[in-house]
């Protein structure tokens, strides 16, 4: 995946890959504290991030939705969009797909904690 997909000037990519793996919770949550309501953020990573999923929700609820642009073994794009007025977080789809986050194996190293 060379190039990210973007989609209009409200999105803005994030690419994972390039992020030191000490670094890249942190690094996510700074990126998403930063989007304005209605903004999104085009997350690209090399691997299913399903620990990261989960803080993301129990850390922002519904202000962050979570929604899958692409899942593949090795090509993983997620959109992050900010709704501050959101009550209700919607359900993601969290079984375990090849290469998924959890340290060792090219992971990003999390524990999930």
Known sequence: MNELPII?????PFDARGVAKRFRHAA??????????G????????HDPLPL???????????????????????IVIDFK????ATEVSPIDTSP?????GGGGGGCGCSGH
């Open 82 to 85: 900010i709704a501050l007025n």
């Open 97 to 101: 797909r090849a290469g998924g986050c």
């Open 39 to 46: 903004e999104t953020m085009r997350f690209v990573n090399d």
């Open 53 to 75: 999923l989960g803080q993301i929700q129990q850390r922002y609820g519904a202000q962050v939705q979570i929604e899958y642009v692409l899942r593949e073994p090795g090509k």
């Open 28 to 37: 996510i949550f700074g990126a998403l504290e930063s989007l304005e309501d």
């Open 8 to 12: 209009d000037q409200t999105t803005f």
